[in-house]
């Protein structure tokens, strides 16, 4: 999953390890298809997420051959067919723990770093 | 957008089928969808301020080189088939899983009880030949990845099938001379194995009509049968699991020497033989050496098989198995079931008759008597007492067999 995704202050391997927990996370709210994903991810990541569109494909298709997330084509009232993504109940599994496993880090980190700063 | 436009986009998708290979249905789902994402940001860039032509660009870019994005997709998305190998892989699955359930069916029929080694044995030898026909359960980056475990399985079959067809699986029934034309005769013989080695312990018997009975060879691989009745009698020979086989002894006309061979190879490799029959010819037993092995094998497969599946299809293929199981579990069951019950009534019936001190009854009154127990199976019999008190039911489910059972010791068997 190299050059996975094109950031502006992470570095590719902090945000390779994110990946598949940003998608999965970003689908519990909703189905959504693969470019409503790239530009979501860059909403809410306050743009430093930005996933080349190129790359998100392989990631996507690895997560649904998981079970993780299914894909359905969709036509809506308004617009062309698209391929929908939505979460599984496995793949809700994975999401909460990927979270909590997400958290703990990232408390971990932050404690070791604290520990580090005080010294 | 201009006709440049989406020639550009057009070849981008063309180059990127191209990468993905596989079935066209498979390639032309990746390339709609591409398309339509490509579409959206191409008309977001042009919102911004794009012309189309950077527009078209931009989005073009960020795709990236369209053999490596295709190459990428290939490795991660299992294989689609064409419809033609569709066809085929789906009517070899189901000819796969007929003959399976066909072979563990009969290999059931053959034993008491629950066998769910027998099972692991049989299914997991034959998962790999599934995994083979359908590479995506344990798809992984490549075909050459996904197959090996499949083919190198597969061989390991056949080399276990070659294996259940040694020569020791070969049998000579000795018989001193043929039966007498007239009046009873006996009828003395030896169960050697193929190189010559008296073989103890194997079954034989002697069956007319409801008559039958049998018994053991002894070190020497002897037997004897005493005054039987004249006539064409049936006589099987069953080493250990294996067997029995029949032969016809017509009045005065007997083979001195017949070979009993094991046909069923796989049978022959998976069926535990829990008796020491074919080791005393100091030959080693074919359960000595191909059962561990298969068992350790089968248990391989089928552990390799799950940790490689996606966590989705362990699901999948455990329900698969268990029903695989159930449908020939569950009959079986129920079969023993019924039989214990009938047994039970019997064993009931017969304690009343020596609690009033009455002897069995004849024959007809007999017959009357166990069918107003109400048993499951009216084709129970009870033989003449002069050959023991013994029940025979031939298994409904598996014609070839009969289950028994002995009063004296309380003792049921499959005679197969």
Redesign the interface.
């Known amino acids: 999953m190299h050059g996975i995704m094109k950031s502006k202050g992470f570095s590719s391997d902090l945000v390779r390890s994110s990946a598949d927990l940003v998608i999965l996370a970003l689908l519990r709210d909703r189905p959504m298809y693969g470019y409503e994903i790239l530009v979501t991810l860059a909403d809410r990541g306050n743009g430093e997420f930005q996933f080349k569109q190129g790359t998100l494909y392989p990631v996507l298709y690895r997560l649904e051959r998981e079970g993780w997330i299914r894909a359905k084509w969709e036509t809506p009232p308004k617009g062309k067919k698209r391929k929908v993504y939505s979460l599984t109940s496995s793949g809700k599994r994975v999401e909460l723990n990927r979270r909590e496993e997400w958290r703990r880090f990232t408390v971990a980190v932050e404690s070791i770093l604290r520990e580090v700063d005080d010294e | 957008m201009s006709r440049v436009g989406r020639e550009r986009v057009e070849a981008f998708l063309r180059e990127l089928e191209e990468a993905v290979g596989g079935a066209q249905d498979q390639r032309e ?2 390339s ?3 398309r ?6 191409m008309s ?1 860039f042009e919102e911004e301020g794009c012309s189309e032509d950077e527009a078209v660009e931009r ?1 073009l870019s ?3 080189n369209p053999y ?2 295709g190459y ?2 290939r ?4 294989p689609f088939s064409s419809g033609p190998v569709r066809v085929v892989r789906y009517l070899l699955s189901g000819g796969l899983i007929a003959w399976v359930l066909l072979l563990t069916w009969g290999l059931r029929g053959m034993g008491y009880g629950l066998s769910p080694v027998l099972f692991l044995l049989i299914w997991g030898m034959h998962l790999p030949v599934i995994a083979l026909l359908w590479p995506m359960i344990v ?1 992984k980056r490549n075909w050459m990845y996904s197959m090996s475990l499949g083919i190198v399985a597969a061989i390991a079959i056949v080399f276990l099938s070659f294996m259940g067809q040694k020569s020791e699986l070969s049998y000579t029934l000795m018989v001193a001379e043929g039966p007498a034309l007239e009046g009873p005769v006996d009828l003395d013989g030896v169960v050697q194995s193929s190189d010559g080695q008296p073989v103890e312990g194997a079954l034989v018997s002697w069956t007319r009509g409801p008559e039958r009975t049998w018994g053991l060879t002894g070190p020497d691989g002897g037997f004897s049968f005493i005054g039987l009745p004249d006539g064409e009698l049936m006589v099987s020979v069953a080493v250990g699991e294996l067997g029995p086989e029949w032969f016809t002894v017509e009045e005065g006309e007997l083979s001195p020497s017949l070979v009993l061979s094991i046909s069923q190879a796989e049978a022959a490799a998976l069926v535990p033989d829990e008796s020491d029959h074919l080791e005393s010819d100091g030959s080693g037993g074919i359960e000595e050496k191909t059962v561990p092995l298969a068992a350790g094998f089968s248990l391989f497969v089928i552990t390799m098989l799950f940790s490689m599946q ?4 362990r699901k999948g293929v455990l329900l698969a198995l268990l029903a695989g199981f159930a449908v020939v579990e569950v009959p079986y069951q129920l079969e023993e079931l019924t039989f214990r019950q009938d047994v039970a009534k019997v064993g009931e019936y017969l304690e009343g008759l020596e609690a009033e001190g009455r002897s069995l009854p004849v024959k007809e009154v007999l017959e009357q008597d166990l069918a107003a127990l109400g048993l499951w199976n009216n084709k129970l019999r009870i033989p003449d007492w002069d050959y023991g008190l013994n029940m025979w039911w031939p298994r409904p489910l598996s014609d070839s067999c009969s289950i028994g059972y002995d009063f004296d010791d309380d003792r049921i068997w499959v005679q197969d």
């Not at chain 2, 490795?75 to 299992?78: A, G, L, N, Q």
């Open positions: 789902e990746i709609d969808e591409v339509a994402d490509l579409d959206e940001h977001r989005a960020e795709m990236g490596e994005l990428r997709m490795s991660e998305v299992p798809w996606q966590s989705s299809q």
